[in-house]
């Protein structure tokens, strides 16, 4: 009779934790008892990872996420079962933590607090106050909101698109660029609560004379032209005619009129935006001095960005001076189709322009325009 006796309390025991622990949904930061009866080696007190995972000896890596401890226990049961006989597994909740989680774009936590919303969470996010969790290792990716400020409009996360997940459901996605813009909150946060970020997939890094040379972050729809857009554009020094783009190995050279920014980008392309050389126009033109060459580099082409040649300018005999050296070209050939008096300058070139007789340039002028010998791509 005692035997029975003390069967039913051992059983009744073990029913009243069962249910005790019914509700109880484990969460990253959770640390949990683990209990494989007749094996201390395999037992033990663990944390749940950033990612909702466990490490367990034997068993591996389970899943811990938005599961309840006996749930846990059924799985690490028979992860076990090949290897111990007879295998018995306990879970118990140890502590649980009062925290906000953040995956997705970071794996952390943030501290919470009473009638914290998602639009005050937030604010942890662009300020990078974000913790990783325990057991969550020492990798963090790059841009990581762990890592420092965020930019909330273009940096690598889409604030656009942000969950709370309670309980394993996801309670709500929000526009928190919105929220934001409008003053709005957003729903209020309870202890446990994950907050889920998604990524922009595409990564393209833009170097070179831009105004803010760096890696932007896009969405897969998004053009080859917002990645420039979003680093501030070239910079006024820049030639925009010959941009280097490479996309999968292969390089090309395309304008800023080229299709292929209006098509979406691709992750890993590299936009390379190159100086513009700078040359001195001096002589007879309209407009003498220093002169950037943001289009085509060629003699014309320096004397157009000039201004032009003033109206009694020698064109057959323009100078070009290079590391001292003078080479004369004479610019009316190119009226009769001619190629060979219309160099490509080099960054410190001197161009001169004499004067000559009263003869009309006008008319020639006018005609190497409709040539396209000014390379003008603006």
Request: hydrophobic share 40%; glycine share 12%.
């Amino acid at each position: 009779m005692r035997r029975h006796y003390a069967a039913f309390i051992v059983a009744l025991i073990v029913f009243g934790s069962s249910a005790a622990v019914a509700d109880t949904i484990l969460h990253p930061g959770d640390k949990i008892d683990v209990t494989v009866f007749n094996h201390p080696e395999l037992s033990g007190t663990h944390t749940i990872d950033a990612s909702g995972n466990v490490s367990l000896p034997v068993a591996g890596s389970v899943v811990a996420l938005n599961v309840g401890p006996d749930a846990l226990a059924n799985v690490v049961r028979s992860r076990l079962a090949p290897y111990v006989r007879d295998v018995a597994v306990q879970v118990k909740l140890d502590t649980q933590t009062t925290s906000i989680f953040v995956t997705g774009g970071a794996n952390g936590v943030i501290p919470y607090t009473p009638g914290m919303t998602i639009a005050s969470a937030v604010v942890y996010l662009g300020r990078g106050a974000v913790a990783p969790t325990p057991d969550a290792g020492a990798q963090v990716a790059p841009n990581n909101v762990a890592t420092g400020n965020l930019d909330l409009v273009n940096g690598p996360i889409d604030f656009h698109r942000v969950s709370i997940i309670r309980n394993g459901a996801t309670l709500e996605t929000l526009d928190v660029i919105r929220l934001r813009e409008t003053g709005e909150t957003g729903s209020a946060l309870l202890p446990n609560d994950t907050i889920q970020l998604v990524d922009k997939p595409i990564a393209v890094r833009v170097t070179g004379d831009v105004q803010q040379p760096g890696i932007a972050y896009l969405n897969t729809s998004e053009p080859l032209s917002q990645a420039l857009r979003q680093l501030g554009g070239p910079a006024a020094s820049s030639r925009v005619d010959q941009l280097q783009l490479v996309r999968d190995g292969v390089t090309q050279y395309v304008s800023l009129g080229d299709p292929a920014f209006s098509q979406a980008a691709r992750n890993g392309d590299q936009l390379v935006v190159p100086r513009a050389a700078q040359v001195d126009v001096l002589g007879n033109v309209e407009k003498p001095g220093g002169t950037m060459l943001r289009g085509s580099n060629t003699l014309v082409s320096a004397i157009y960005y000039a201004g032009g040649p003033s109206k009694f300018a020698n064109l057959r005999a323009v100078q070009v001076i290079r590391n001292g050296q003078k080479q004369q070209y004479d610019l009316g050939k190119l009226q009769k189709g001619g190629s060979g008096d219309n160099p490509v300058l080099a960054d410190g070139d001197v161009v001169f322009v004499p004067q000559g007789s009263t003869f009309q340039w006008n008319d020639v002028w006018g005609a190497l325009g409709g040539l396209g010998l000014f390379g003008v791509h603006l």
